[in-house]
């Protein structure tokens, strides 16, 4: 039994050992400085073989309609809104990171917030691409947007899909900038270090003429502090409006107040498990152990605790308000939730985010790199299926009984969801090639002996 | 300088005499001239433009493939009668079954668009029903025969001229004159007074042609029962709206059985809470589940191989009640036996009793025509001993009556065998297909050395002859029917010919008369000096007889006076003939006709094999349909395959299993599985002609199975509703609960209206309520009427210009029609009580479908609508989500593309369009408007006319087809319309009404008219 009593005065280091701001720039820079081994080949084919098929069966129903999917009579909305949800939620928890725990001043956030960031906005273009493909006719797609035409024709406000056009292209632009904005120093370092002309050329044009003068940082930190602060509210109203597609409408399991909280305490969860796992894979690859300690992901554990036994409260919470609100609709949809024809979905949800996360209890599970690596594909796993039986269950069945239906996905629907994932990934590799996972800046930030220190006597 | 002589050419200085005067002009000649207009060419700017315009036009137009030359008639010369944009209606006559009913064809720009019920005339009073709404595609099919065409036994192949057919023909019937072979001429039962006086003829011009008359669901059996009890094989039709008691046994009188038109209209007539509070009862004894029993107010559950035994012991019990000496009838068990043995409710029974023995004189028990003659019979007896023969009409007309005997047709067919039949002439008929299969037709015809198909579309006897000739569609043909006495209906053409086509009468002229050359007036002149020599006489009008004959052309119904008829004397030695059979442990197959595709023959309208069947919602086939105990003895569920085999044959059958259906029993429908019905129709369902015996020509169609057995595989059904088990509590009359059906019973409803537990409520609601000025449109929809019965969907369908969309997009739950009736299941599944609800878009006034469109394509007019702009669509299908009743419709394809290879974007198929209504394009929401078309023209006229719009005239389409007249419409706000009273009616509710959405469609409740007790 160890003894070693924890000093809770102390803030526990970021960086393991005391690494010199040039190691972290070689270390960091390096896969940028050498050509992709045969490992990234071999992803980067994979991932892009599933982009291919992901294209192809957009195209096939950009030619033949959205009767290629399974979607039908009472579920108009199938697989598209479900990974538009998904996808969503994936991108919630760059921004909480990088924004939220920036304005907390959480430091363990400086090694993880780059590329949770870049993976923001690589799931919101994903998530991008369903709006788009669900209607029916995506090149009159412009109609959603309010300009001014001839036929005085304006845009809905009163409708959520509206909202949500708005609220995600907001995110993503927000996100964009703010990421690009913490990009700028890297840059500068990266023209810095490299002798190639053309990287050298490039890194100049991105890197702005940054010359690290203590002006420069001086307005740098301003304007991330101000962006951070843009982009919090940011966090917490993308998916409280994506909720409000649900929230808005009369569709019993739908019409719920409960929804907005719900479903960014989700969208966080979701986040945190898939910047978790692919930050496992990174760390591993490219030697950041150090960087990205055992102790930064096992916060990131216990932050998954916390959003995953709010969204459980949330699903007893519906349950709860159903039975309460003596509604026969209301009651229904979650009986039939839980024993209806798509009760192995509902199960496979509240197993995955429920009941497996509660294993972060346990600081052995917490600290397991695979036990937590198998606990966040789980989730995400789980996340999904919550977006799948929201949507599909409630308008499978609602309030007549002979327009109920069955909704079933069809190739096509697999092919795209695929395809997504494809992207998310492609855009991922091709990332950690090209840019600087680990803030270059940040990180220096947070090494021990970076910050003026006040001695502590003996 | 001038003196000098300077030139500054050779040819100035030779010619020096004229150059001086020449160089003293500074202007040409004229051109100083005054202006003078006369002077100009005749040619103005005007015209010049117009010339240049011209010749551009002309050398467009002559660079471009234009086809259509001289096929377009620019309205210079305006036709009489035509104005574009404006319907013209004409008076004809529906042939799509033999029911005969007069229509108005309403016409846009010379091409038919529409057909819906003649008000003027007395049988179906301007009601239709769903195949002669949906009939007006059978002109527009796109398979149909476009000239002669050779079949599998003439010696080439391809299209053959009008000229040879006729001079082939000629030379074969005079060869078979010659050579003593038969002339053989197949029809279908001749509903015309001049068509059948022309087959006469042609039997006298060509001596020893044979008339070979069938329908598959002719009545036969009712028929040769009257033979036997009346002495004349004449049917008495029964006046239906004056029965208190309709007793219907094995007959769907309300669904394809008679004259359903009139029978659904009487029916619902007699429930019309808004007229009286006393309603005809109607009971039904049938084995099968349909429409009748569904809408009576009881059914019982019996197989109909026991209604013998079950009509004869009623007969005994309304005799003792009466305490009459009932004829000697076959012993057998008496009712309380019965109905323990059948598992009937003996109380109900106590209760048919004594409402039989109450309205004596007022009641009528109905046999079905698949039952066999024995039933009848004794059917017969049970109405002479309650005096309910006082409830029948006049003798039916002599065209009805005639159909040939199944022996005769057996020894036709094996003349036809044995080389003796030189000619078979199939007018219209489809023997092949129809006939009992151990007949042989198909190998008789094999065996004939000249036979022609008269059909507008290819099918199986037509393939087999030596020539199909192609004929008018009921849109293109003369001719008058009579199916009723004193009720002549007149056909006239509403098109030219689209095709090379001739009516089947005028070949027969044609072929008659050898030496006159065929033209289109053939026929039209023969039936004009029919009328004139033959009918008009009789009538003693004071007009001359063109003018006569205008007259009824537009009116399309003549009404002739009807002879006194001789009061029916039953004879009682009918009775002796009575067998009661004993019927083994096995399973009976009832053979239906289909609900909609008739004997088949409608099998290439996709529009018909879409309608939902009306009770399993099943579309695009036939099935097995099995009780819920039947398939657990089975061991099958729905969509396993099953054999059954009887006597003559066996085939394959997916099941369905039915609630409400009789142990053992399989009810399956005829008109399924052609082989060659066109591109739409073939190979939809099984054919199951292989089980009619030989001799089952037109019935009974009740026929003993040999065996029934699992069979290996399954077969998946689709249908419009997804079925959920009776007995799963989990979701049991969730109809009820959820008060989307409100029922009672009448008796209780008669002591308090209020009983029915209907509340008004204002609910309270965060937006702020949107007033409405002006006329405001609702529709009333009255669940007592509504039978349930379809005609309305295909009503939608046609004016609505909807696609089919085929069995697999059904499957997937993508079905388009804009109105739906929802079917509903309450009570067990062995005795199960059934709810028809016509469903469409309720153009709610809180619409939650239009709030959440972002661009506004759905929207709320000032009149009340609901709209739907498709160019505005982008197709989110967020309003169809939101849509709490689901009737929202979304073109996941370009259907018509989609549909068997673009079948129905095929010509002609779009003139068929109704004009006022746009075609929808792929990706596009759309659902019912109240035919907003028909509202804006009753607008129009309004403005037109200078009076104030009241929207007094205008009908839905729903509304004009409904047989029941179930559906009303109108304008809210005038407090003397009929919808006001429907709204306000205690009766009167909306469904869902508590989520504050205000539809504006309402309902009144069914009340069941059942005798005092609860039910149970």
Same mark, same amino acid.
């Given at each position: 039994?160890?003894?070693?009593?924890?000093?809770?005065?102390?803030?526990?280091?970021?960086?393991?050992?005391?690494p010199?701001?040039?190691?972290?720039?070689?270390?960091?820079?390096?896969?940028?400085?050498?050509?992709?081994?045969r490992?990234?080949?071999?992803a980067?084919?994979?991932?892009?073989?599933?982009l291919?098929?992901?294209?192809?069966?957009?195209?096939?129903?950009l030619?033949?309609?959205?009767?290629?999917w399974?979607?039908?009579?009472?579920?108009?909305w199938?697989?598209?809104?479900?990974?538009?949800?998904?996808w969503?939620?994936?991108?919630?928890?760059?921004?909480l990171?990088s924004?939220?725990?920036?304005?907390?001043?959480?430091?363990?956030?400086n090694?993880?917030?780059?590329?949770?960031?870049?993976?923001?906005?690589?799931?919101?273009?994903?998530?991008?691409?369903?709006?788009?493909?669900?209607?029916?006719?995506?090149?009159?797609?412009?109609?959603?947007?309010?300009?001014?035409?001839?036929?005085?024709?304006?845009v809905?406000?009163?409708?959520?899909?509206?909202?949500?056009?708005?609220?995600?292209?907001?995110y993503?632009?927000?996100?964009?900038?703010?990421?690009?904005?913490?990009?700028?120093?890297?840059?500068?370092?990266?023209?810095?270090r490299?002798?190639?002309?053309?990287?050298k050329l490039v890194?100049?044009?991105?890197?702005?003429g940054?010359?690290h003068?203590?002006?420069?940082?001086?307005?740098?930190?301003?304007?991330?502090?101000?962006?951070?602060?843009?982009?919090?509210?940011?966090?917490?109203?993308?998916h409280?409006?994506?909720?409000?597609d649900?929230?808005?409408?009369v569709?019993?399991?739908?019409?719920?107040?409960?929804?907005?909280?719900?479903?960014?305490?989700?969208?966080?969860?979701?986040?945190?498990?898939?910047?978790?796992?692919?930050?496992?894979?990174?760390?591993?690859?490219?030697?950041?152990?150090h960087?990205?300690?055992?102790s930064?992901?096992?916060?990131?554990?216990?932050?998954?605790?916390?959003?995953?036994?709010?969204?459980?409260?949330?699903?007893?919470?519906?349950?709860?308000?159903?039975?309460?609100?003596?509604?026969?609709?209301e009651?229904?949809?979650?009986?039939?939730?839980?024993l209806?024809?798509?009760?192995?979905?509902?199960?496979?949800?509240v197993?995955?985010?429920?009941?497996f996360?509660?294993?972060?209890?346990?600081?052995?599970?917490?600290?397991?790199?695979?036990?937590?690596?198998?606990?966040?594909?789980?989730?995400?796993?789980?996340?999904?299926?919550?977006?799948?039986?929201?949507?599909?269950?409630?308008?499978?069945?609602?309030?007549?009984?002979?327009?109920?239906?069955?909704?079933?996905?069809?190739?096509?629907?697999?092919?795209?969801?695929?395809?997504?994932?494809?992207?998310?990934?492609?855009?991922?590799?091709?990332?950690?090639?090209?840019?600087?996972?680990?803030?270059?800046?940040e990180?220096?930030?947070?090494i021990?002996?970076?910050?003026?220190e006040?001695?502590?006597?003996? | 300088?001038?003196?000098r002589?300077?030139?500054?050419s050779?040819?100035?200085?030779?010619?020096?005499?004229?150059?001086?005067?020449?160089k003293s002009?500074?202007?040409?000649?004229?051109?100083?001239?005054?202006?003078?207009p006369e002077?100009l060419?005749?040619?103005?700017?005007?015209?010049?433009?117009?010339?240049?315009?011209?010749?551009?036009?002309?050398?467009?137009?002559?660079?471009?493939?234009?086809?259509?030359?001289?096929?377009?008639?620019p309205?210079?010369?305006?036709?009489?009668?035509?104005?574009p944009g404006?319907a013209?209606?004409?008076a004809?006559?529906?042939?799509a079954?033999?029911?005969?009913?007069?229509?108005?064809?309403?016409?846009?720009?010379?091409?038919?668009v529409?057909?819906?019920?003649?008000?003027?005339?007395?049988?179906?009073?301007?009601?239709?029903?769903?195949?002669?709404?949906?009939?007006?595609?059978?002109?527009y099919?796109?398979?149909?025969?476009?000239?002669?065409?050779?079949?599998?036994?003439?010696?080439?192949?391809g299209?053959?001229?009008?000229?040879?057919i006729?001079?082939?023909?000629?030379?074969?019937?005079?060869?078979?004159?010659?050579?003593g072979?038969?002339?053989?001429?197949?029809?279908?039962?001749?509903?015309?007074?001049?068509?059948?006086?022309?087959?006469?003829?042609?039997?006298a011009?060509?001596?020893?042609?044979?008339v070979?008359?069938?329908?598959?669901?002719?009545?036969?059996?009712?028929r040769?029962?009257?033979?036997?009890?009346?002495?004349?094989?004449?049917?008495?039709?029964?006046?239906?709206?004056k029965?208190?008691?309709?007793v219907?046994?094995?007959?769907?009188?309300?669904?394809?059985?008679?004259?359903?038109?009139?029978?659904?209209?009487?029916?619902?007539?007699?429930? $019309?809470?808004?007229?009286?509070?006393?309603?005809?009862?109607?009971?039904?004894?049938e084995?099968?589940?349909?429409?009748?029993?569904?809408?009576?107010?009881?059914?019982?559950?019996?197989?109909?191989?026991?209604?013998?035994?079950?009509?004869?012991?009623?007969?005994?019990?309304?005799?003792?009640?009466?305490?009459?000496a009932?004829?000697?009838?076959?012993?057998?068990?008496d009712?309380?036996?019965?109905?323990?043995?059948?598992?009937?409710?003996l109380?109900?029974?106590?209760?048919?009793?004594?409402?039989?023995?109450?309205?004596?004189?007022?009641?009528?028990?109905?046999?079905?025509?698949?039952?066999?003659? $024995?039933?009848?019979?004794?059917?017969?007896?049970?109405?002479?001993?309650?005096?309910?023969?006082?409830?029948?009409?006049?003798?039916?007309?002599?065209?009805?009556?005639?159909?040939?005997?199944?022996?005769?047709?057996?020894?036709?067919?094996?003349?036809?065998?044995?080389?003796?039949v030189?000619?078979?002439?199939?007018? $219209?008929?489809?023997?092949v297909y129809?006939?009992?299969?151990?007949?042989?037709?198909?190998?008789?015809?094999?065996?004939?050395?000249?036979?022609?198909?008269?059909?507008?579309?290819?099918?199986?006897?037509?393939?087999?002859?030596?020539y199909?000739?192609?004929?008018h569609?009921?849109?293109?043909?003369?001719?008058d029917?009579?199916?009723?006495?004193?009720?002549?209906?007149?056909?006239?053409?509403?098109?030219?010919?689209l095709?090379?086509?001739?009516?089947?009468e005028?070949?027969?002229?044609?072929w008659?008369?050898?030496?006159?050359?065929?033209?289109?007036?053939?026929?039209?002149?023969?039936?004009?000096?029919?009328?004139?020599?033959?009918?008009?006489?009789?009538?003693?009008?004071?007009?001359?007889?063109?003018?006569?004959?205008?007259?009824?052309?537009h009116?399309?119904?003549?009404t002739t006076?009807?002879?006194?008829?001789?009061?029916?004397?039953?004879?009682?030695?009918? !009775?002796?003939?009575?067998?009661?059979?004993?019927?083994?442990?096995?399973?009976?197959?009832?053979?239906?006709?289909?609900?909609?595709?008739?004997?088949?023959?409608?099998?290439?309208?996709?529009?018909?094999?879409?309608?939902?069947?009306?009770?399993?919602?099943?579309?695009?086939?036939?099935?097995?349909?099995?009780?819920?105990?039947a398939?657990?003895?089975?061991?099958?569920?729905?969509?396993?395959?099953?054999e059954?085999?009887?006597?003559?044959?066996?085939?394959?059958?997916?099941?369905?299993v039915?609630?409400?259906?009789?142990?053992?029993?399989?009810?399956?429908?005829l008109?399924?599985?052609?082989?060659?019905?066109?591109?739409?129709?073939?190979?939809?369902?099984?054919?199951?002609?292989?089980?009619?015996p030989?001799?089952c020509?037109?019935?009974p169609?009740?026929?003993?199975?040999?065996?029934?057995?699992?069979s290996?595989?399954?077969?998946?059904?689709?249908?419009?509703?997804?079925?959920?088990?009776?007995?799963?509590?989990?979701?049991?009359?969730?109809?009820?609960?959820?008060?989307?059906?409100?029922?009672?019973?009448?008796?209780?409803?008669?002591?308090?209206?209020h009983?029915?537990?209907?509340?008004?409520?204002?609910?309270?609601s965060?937006?702020?309520?949107?007033?409405?000025?002006?006329?405001?449109?609702?529709?009333?929809?009255?669940?007592?009427?509504?039978?349930?019965?379809?005609?309305?969907?295909?009503?939608?369908?046609?004016?609505?210009?909807?696609?089919?969309?085929?069995?697999?997009?059904?499957?997937?739950?993508?079905?388009?029609?804009?109105?739906?009736?929802?079917?509903?299941?309450?009570?067990?599944?062995?005795?199960?009580?059934a709810?028809?609800?016509?469903?469409?878009?309720?153009?709610?006034?809180n619409?939650p479908?239009?709030n959440v469109?972002?661009?506004?394509?759905?929207?709320?007019?000032?009149?009340?609508?609901?709209?739907?702009?498709y160019?505005?669509?982008?197709?989110?299908?967020?309003?169809?989500?939101n849509?709490p009743?689901?009737?929202?419709?979304?073109?996941?394809?370009?259907?018509? $593309?989609? !549909?068997?290879?673009?079948?129905?974007?095929?010509?002609?198929?779009?003139?068929?369009?109704?004009?006022?209504?746009?075609?929808?394009?792929?990706?596009?929401?759309?659902?019912?408007?109240?035919?907003?078309?028909?509202?804006?023209?009753?607008?129009?006229?309004?403005?037109?006319?200078?009076?104030?719009?009241?929207?007094?005239?205008?009908?839905t389409?729903?509304?004009?087809?409904?047989?029941?007249?179930?559906?009303?419409?109108?304008?809210?706000?005038?407090?003397?319309?009929?919808?006001?009273?429907?709204?306000?009616?205690?009766?009167?509710?909306?469904?869902?009404g508590?989520?504050?959405?205000?539809?504006?469609?309402?309902y009144?409740?069914?009340?069941?008219?059942?005798?005092?007790?609860?039910?149970?």
């Open positions: 039994m160890s003894t070693a009593v924890v000093d809770y005065t102390r803030e526990e280091p970021v960086v393991a050992g005391r010199t701001a040039s190691e972290i720039d070689a270390v960091v820079s390096a896969p940028l400085d050498r050509p992709p081994a490992t990234w080949w071999i980067f084919g994979i991932t892009s073989t599933m291919g098929i992901g294209v192809v069966c957009v195209a096939v129903t030619w033949l309609g959205l009767g290629v399974g979607v039908n009579q009472p579920v108009s199938g697989f598209d809104i479900v990974n538009f949800v998904f969503v939620g994936i991108g919630h928890a760059g921004t990171i924004a939220i725990l920036f304005l907390l001043r959480q430091r363990w956030r090694g993880i917030a780059r590329f949770a960031e870049a993976m923001t906005i690589f799931a919101v273009m994903c998530a991008g691409i369903f709006p788009l493909l669900h209607t029916g006719r995506p090149w009159l797609s412009l109609y959603l947007t309010p300009y001014p035409n001839q036929h005085a024709l304006w809905n406000f009163t409708s959520p899909l509206l909202w949500d056009v708005f609220a995600v292209s907001t993503f632009t927000v996100s964009a900038v703010f990421w690009y904005l913490g990009l700028v120093p890297d840059f500068a370092t990266l023209r810095d490299t002798t190639h002309p053309v990287k890194y100049s044009i991105f890197s702005l940054w010359r003068s203590s002006r420069h940082w001086t307005h740098f930190e301003r304007a991330y502090l101000i962006l951070a602060g843009f982009a919090t509210p940011l966090v917490l109203s993308v409280t409006i994506v909720s409000f649900f929230a808005v409408s569709i019993p399991g739908w019409h719920t107040t409960i929804f907005p909280p719900y479903f960014v305490a989700g969208a966080v969860f979701s986040g945190f498990a898939m910047v978790q796992n692919s930050l496992i894979v990174v760390r591993q690859v490219f030697r950041l152990k960087l990205i300690t055992l930064t992901l096992e916060k990131m554990n216990k932050v998954m605790i916390v959003t995953g036994s709010m969204v459980g409260y949330a699903y007893a919470m519906e349950f709860f308000v159903a039975w309460y609100s003596g509604s026969q609709f009651t229904f949809v979650f009986v039939n939730r839980a209806g024809p798509y009760a192995w979905a509902y199960w496979t949800m197993t995955c985010n429920v009941v996360p509660q294993l972060f209890w346990f600081k052995k599970v917490r600290t397991s790199i695979p036990m937590m690596f198998v606990i966040a594909i789980f989730v995400n796993v789980g996340m999904w299926f919550e977006r799948f039986v929201i949507v599909v269950t409630s308008l499978s069945r609602d309030f007549l009984p002979s327009s109920w239906g069955h909704y079933m996905p069809s190739i096509y629907d697999v092919g795209i969801f695929v395809g997504s994932l494809g992207l998310f990934f492609t855009l991922i590799l091709l990332f950690v090639r090209v840019l600087p996972v680990i803030s270059l800046a990180i220096k930030a947070v021990p002996g970076a910050q003026p006040r001695h502590r006597p003996h | 300088m001038n003196e002589n300077q030139w500054r050779l040819h100035e200085e030779q010619d020096a005499g004229t150059t001086p005067e020449m002009q500074e202007f040409m000649d004229g051109v100083t001239d005054a202006f003078d002077t060419s005749p040619l103005s700017r005007k015209q010049f433009l117009a010339l240049m315009a011209a010749s551009a036009a002309f050398a467009a137009t002559g660079c471009t493939n234009y086809r259509d030359k001289g096929e377009i008639v309205y210079n010369k305006k036709p009489e009668e035509v104005t404006k013209n209606l004409y004809s006559t529906c042939t079954c033999p029911q005969a009913c007069g229509i108005l064809v309403k016409t846009r720009e010379g091409r038919p529409k057909l819906d019920g003649n008000p003027d005339h007395p049988v179906n009073r301007g009601r239709s029903c769903a195949t002669g709404q949906a009939a007006i595609l059978n002109l099919d796109p398979a149909r025969l476009r000239a002669p065409h050779t079949g599998a036994a003439a010696s080439g192949t299209e053959v001229s009008w000229d040879r006729d001079s082939e023909a000629a030379r074969q019937l005079a060869a078979c004159i010659r050579d072979k038969q002339i053989v001429l197949m029809t279908a039962p001749v509903t015309s007074p001049t068509a059948q006086k022309l087959i006469l003829e042609f039997r011009a060509f001596p020893g042609t044979k070979i008359v069938y329908d598959r669901f002719h009545q036969e059996t009712r040769s029962a009257w033979e036997l009890c009346y002495g004349s094989a004449a049917l008495r039709p029964v006046a239906w709206e029965a208190r008691l309709i219907a046994l094995e007959a769907d009188i309300l669904g394809n059985e008679g004259f359903t038109v009139e029978q659904t209209r009487a029916v619902a007539g007699a429930r $019309d809470i808004m007229v009286s509070n006393t309603f005809v009862r109607l009971y039904s004894v084995g099968t589940m349909s429409l009748t029993g569904t809408n009576a107010d009881y059914r019982c559950r019996l197989h109909p191989e026991a209604q013998l035994e079950f009509v004869l012991a009623l007969t005994r019990a309304v005799a003792a009640k009466l305490k009459l009932a004829a000697s009838l076959p012993a057998g068990p009712l309380a036996a019965i109905a323990h043995r059948r598992g009937l409710p109380k109900t029974l106590e209760h048919l009793v004594d409402d039989l023995v109450t309205l004596r004189g007022k009641g009528i028990v109905y046999a079905g025509s698949a039952l066999n003659t $024995d039933v009848h019979v004794a059917v017969n007896y049970l109405n002479e001993l309650l005096g309910n023969t006082a409830l029948y009409g006049p003798a039916e007309p002599a065209t009805a009556v005639t159909v040939t005997p199944p022996a005769d047709v057996a020894s036709t067919i094996a003349d036809m065998k044995a080389g003796k030189g000619f078979v002439a199939h007018l $219209d008929v489809n023997p129809h006939l009992p299969k151990v007949l042989g037709y198909a190998e008789a015809l094999k065996s004939v050395r000249f036979s022609v198909a008269m059909t507008d579309v290819e099918n199986e006897t037509a393939q087999l002859c030596t199909m000739l192609p004929v569609t009921m849109l293109e043909s003369w001719g029917h009579t199916v009723r006495t004193g009720v002549i209906s007149l056909q006239q053409p509403v098109i030219a010919p095709y090379a086509t001739r009516q089947q005028a070949i027969l002229l044609r008659m008369s050898a030496s006159t050359p065929f033209s289109e007036l053939l026929y039209q002149e023969y039936l004009k000096r029919h009328w004139e020599s033959a009918v008009f006489p009789s009538l003693g009008r004071l007009t001359d007889f063109l003018t006569f004959w205008q007259m009824a052309l009116d399309g119904v003549v006076p009807v002879s006194a008829q001789a009061p029916l004397q039953f004879r009682k030695d009918a !009775l002796a003939s009575l067998r009661l059979q004993e019927h083994p442990d096995r399973y009976a197959v009832v053979l239906l006709a289909s609900p909609y595709l008739g004997d088949g023959r409608w099998a290439n309208n996709g529009w018909l094999q879409e309608l939902p069947h009306p009770i399993s919602k099943v579309v695009w086939d036939n099935y097995a349909a099995i009780s819920p105990a398939a657990r003895a089975l061991g099958v569920e729905s969509n396993d395959l099953i059954v085999s009887t006597e003559s044959g066996k085939v394959t059958l997916p099941v369905f039915q609630p409400g259906t009789a142990e053992q029993l399989i009810a399956v429908s008109g399924y599985g052609r082989w060659n019905a066109g591109p739409v129709g073939s190979n939809v369902g099984v054919d199951v002609t292989p089980l009619l030989a001799g020509l037109t019935g169609r009740v026929v003993r199975a040999m065996s029934v057995s699992k290996e595989g399954s077969y998946a059904l689709a249908s419009t509703q997804e079925h959920h088990a009776l007995d799963d509590t989990f979701v049991k009359d969730f109809h009820l609960k959820r008060h989307i059906i409100r029922e009672g019973i009448l008796e209780e409803y008669r002591k308090d209206p009983s029915l537990g209907i509340e008004r409520k204002e609910h309270e965060i937006s702020p309520r949107v007033e409405f000025v002006g006329v405001k449109w609702a529709m009333a929809i009255d669940l007592n009427k509504c039978t349930g019965c379809n005609a309305c969907v295909a009503g939608c369908n046609v004016e609505n210009n909807l696609p089919v969309i085929g069995k697999e997009q059904v499957a997937k739950g993508r079905e388009m029609q804009w109105i739906r009736i929802d079917r509903y299941y309450s009570g067990t599944p062995e005795e199960p009580l709810s028809h609800q016509p469903m469409l878009c309720q153009h709610c006034d619409a479908c239009e469109c972002p661009v506004v394509a759905t929207n709320h007019s000032p009149d009340g609508l609901n709209q739907m702009i160019n505005r669509c982008v197709g989110t299908k967020y309003c169809s989500n849509c009743y689901k009737v929202r419709r979304f073109n996941f394809f370009n259907f018509r $593309d989609h !549909l068997a290879d673009g079948y129905y974007q095929q010509e002609p198929v779009s003139l068929m369009h109704n004009p006022e209504v746009t075609v929808r394009s792929r990706g596009v929401m759309e659902k019912c408007t109240f035919c907003v078309q028909r509202i804006m023209e009753a607008r129009q006229h309004a403005t037109e006319a200078g009076v104030t719009f009241d929207g007094k005239q205008v009908e389409a729903c509304q004009q087809a409904c047989p029941a007249q179930a559906i009303v419409f109108g304008n809210m706000h005038d407090p003397g319309a009929d919808i006001s009273r429907y709204r306000e009616h205690p009766a009167g509710y909306d469904v869902l508590e989520l504050n959405v205000k539809p504006n469609v309402t009144l409740a069914r009340l069941r008219n059942i005798h005092s007790e609860k039910r149970a």
